[in-house]
């Protein structure tokens, strides 16, 4: 385990303990009168990312933040980005940030791209016996920390908060949507919408708080839609999301009070839920912080000789797999539109064990047409002035992305929240377009949407659209605005909670 502390001598020394954390010195008074909270995210690299974002934010409210990855999480940071604490400049700023490393349960060499299932078993079933350890260590050494905030798809929390009466917040990532769809299972299932799946036409029209008033069946998170709902994936939905996020004292959500506000307002009839997103650092651009599992490669020399807004970004994030026939029809869809473009092509795409997921001679094909990339800064492709489209897996970060930057999407949703993600995007804010209405990805459709969303009419329309949707989050974070008062809100709550549990 990694500890990482401040210290009178040297205030960026790296202590490796077992169980041992060192308090700053002198710093009593302070953490006394200012919450002091563990945050714990989930470890994959979409939930990383607004986590950390998170925790700066929170410690420049005054929090205290005991941030903790897995190792498998910081073994991967560290060798990209060859910094061996995280939140290093963040403490240089003056924000009180430590740092700790626990086990997921399997060696740091283990390959959970290709054995997902083990690991989520792992994250079920073992991660929590570490997680207990550690936090009844650091609560024992710091009587100070009052409280607990981890990734809502954490099966654990309500156990841990209250072994250690610390008050209970759950940090949801995704689409207020999306959180009260599964905090809505026992009605999907007595309705023939969920497990098992009978009904595919019907509309469901009797969630509450669903924003347009119904949801087709196709819109349902890909677990709600799966035939066989006995898989570990499920028992996590089930225990952690209809279960214990229910009992978490108070939700904190990355989403806009103004994009979602019938949805928000339904959950906060059971319990505090709190919209504080886009959850961005204050330079969009510049992180005080690395997330990046992987290693980015600068693709900005190749952006800068491209025309405003003539580029499309292809990328289908860090997590969901795809199959070869797909990529093959879309390598040769955006050959044939003559768009030019930049792809992020993760090597594990397909499958860890098969990298060559791309038609023979393709990249010789587009040389002059697309740059394809193992893995970017999705921020600083995305905010360029050339790149004027998204082709995406609808990942809830690269929405909120796309949108702040003022670019429409082609969405083509793959896994999990993504297909609720593109309700939103297509359907009720119109600021994107879908990729393939019938669910089978052709090489002649993907042609004609690229240039529908590059070129033709459809594009001003869009562009209008998102432009408005961007106001909407650019005032929600702005002093006054939703977001901003709703972060405010929640930290007094935090204080006044933790003085109680106290």
């Known amino acids: 385990m990694l500890i990482v502390s401040k210290s009178q001598q040297d205030p960026y ?3 490796t303990t077992q169980g041992v954390y060192a308090n700053q010195t002198g710093m009593a008074d302070q953490i006394t009168k200012n919450p002091h909270a563990i945050f714990i995210p989930l470890p994959l690299q979409g ?59 399997l060696p740091v060499e283990f390959d959970r791209s290709l054995n997902h299932d083990q690991f989520m078993e792992c994250l079920f079933h073992v991660f929590s016996a570490h997680v207990d350890k550690l936090v009844g260590s650091l609560v024992k050494d710091d009587p100070s920390i009052g409280c607990l905030i981890a990734d809502s798809f954490c099966v654990w929390p309500l156990m841990i908060s209250k072994k250690y009466k610390l008050v209970n917040i759950s940090f949801w990532t ?54 066989n709902t006995n898989t570990i994936l499920h028992r996590i939905i089930h225990k952690a999301l209809f279960q214990n996020t229910k009992s978490a004292d108070i939700i904190i959500c990355n989403t806009i009070q103004e994009l979602e506000p019938y949805t928000i307002s339904t959950l906060n009839q059971t319990q505090p839920f709190y919209a504080i997103g886009p959850i961005f650092p204050n330079d969009f651009t510049k992180e005080l912080v690395s997330t990046s599992l992987w290693c980015e490669l600068d693709c900005t020399r190749w952006l800068d000789n491209k025309p405003p807004g003539s580029v499309l970004y292809v990328s289908f994030g860090s997590y969901a797999h795809t199959s070869k026939h797909v990529l093959e029809e879309i390598a040769c869809g ?67 992305e796309s949108i702040w930057c003022g670019v429409p999407m082609i969405c083509l949703p793959l896994l999990t929240d993504q297909f609720t993600n593109r309700k939103l995007v297509v359907d009720d804010w119109k600021i994107g377009i879908n990729l393939c209405e019938k669910n089978l990805v052709d090489r002649e459709e993907v042609t004609k949407k690229v240039k529908e969303l590059m070129m033709q009419e459809k594009s001003n329309e869009l562009r209008t659209e998102v432009k408005k949707v961007k106001r909407t989050l650019q005032d929600a974070l702005a002093t006054g605005g939703s977001s901003h008062r709703n972060l405010d809100h929640f930290v007094s709550q935090v204080i006044l909670k933790t003085n109680q549990v106290k």
């Open 13 to 15: 020394i790296t202590h």
């Open 47 to 105: 939930h990383l990312i607004p986590s950390v974002h998170l925790a700066v934010k929170l410690a420049s409210k005054g929090f205290t933040i005991t941030f903790i990855n897995t190792e498998s999480v910081h073994h991967s940071i560290t060798n990209s980005s060859s910094s061996s604490n995280l939140f290093e400049e963040a403490c240089k700023s003056g924000l009180d940030i430590r740092y700790a490393t626990v086990s997921d349960g």
């Open 174 to 227: 995704e689409p207020a949507l999306v959180l009260n769809l599964y905090h809505h299972l026992d009605l999907l299932k007595k309705n023939g919408h969920y497990d098992p799946l009978d009904k595919f036409d019907d509309a469901i029209d009797y969630i509450p708080g669903v924003g347009s008033g119904s949801i087709k069946p196709t819109d349902l998170m890909s677990y709600l839609q799966a035939t």
């Open 334 to 400: 955006l050959l044939q539109s003559e768009v030019s473009f930049v792809w992020v092509l993760r090597p594990d795409l397909v499958s860890s064990t098969d990298t060559n997921a791309l038609p023979v001679g393709f990249e010789d094909q587009v040389k002059d047409q697309g740059l394809i990339v193992p893995w970017c800064n999705q921020k600083a492709v995305i905010s360029h002035q050339s790149v004027g489209g998204f082709l995406t897996h609808c990942g809830w970060n690269s929405i909120l």
